[in-house]
């Protein structure tokens, strides 16, 4: 398997894990504790926000291990992150409208045909995380962090939801 083939598994995996993880730990039907949620002295957002966070400590340390294992110059093994810290916040935002199941979907599927993309399209592997792209995930983390934040100060009821 060369290094391009070995590199677009993990390109697609590793920044859909925190996602992945942060859109099963939220939502009224997945979540058993709903009613305590729905009932908490906090708007809904705030404690998604925390519980996001909880996933991200517990996923961002073993896809990074994984990284060093992936074939490739040694910065890709951290490049990653740019997106997998970007798709989260559009993970939230969208759901605030959509749900998190419809939107882990969306962001399954936007993140999905970029690298598909670049390895169709005859581009560099590594494309996707490569330094001009992560400028672009830093602005879609911006805007998607300014929708949290107005929804934020909306969500000053307890069981709001996200």
Not at 20 to 40: C, H, I, K, M, S
Not at 94 to 104: C, E, I, K, S, T
């Amino acid at each position: 398997m060369s290094g391009g083939t070995a590199l677009a598994p993990f390109l697609l995996i590793a920044p859909l894990a925190p996602v992945l993880g942060v859109a099963a730990a939220y939502g009224p039907r997945q979540d058993p504790l709903e009613a305590l949620v729905a009932t908490a002295p906090y708007g809904r957002t705030r404690l998604i926000l925390l519980r996001t966070l909880a996933v991200l400590v517990s996923v961002l340390p073993v896809t990074a291990l994984l990284g060093l294992a992936v074939p490739g110059p040694p910065w890709l093994a951290a490049a990653w992150l740019g997106p997998a810290l970007s798709l989260v916040p559009v993970l939230l935002a969208l759901a605030g409208f959509v749900g998190p199941r419809a939107a882990a979907t969306i962001v399954l599927l936007g993140w999905s045909s970029v690298v598909v993309a670049s390895t169709r399209g005859g581009l560099d592997p590594a494309w996707p995380v490569e330094a001009g792209q992560q400028g672009v995930y830093l602005a879609l983390a911006v805007a998607a962090c300014a929708v949290i934040a107005i929804r934020l100060r909306i969500d000053r009821q307890r069981g709001v939801a996200l």
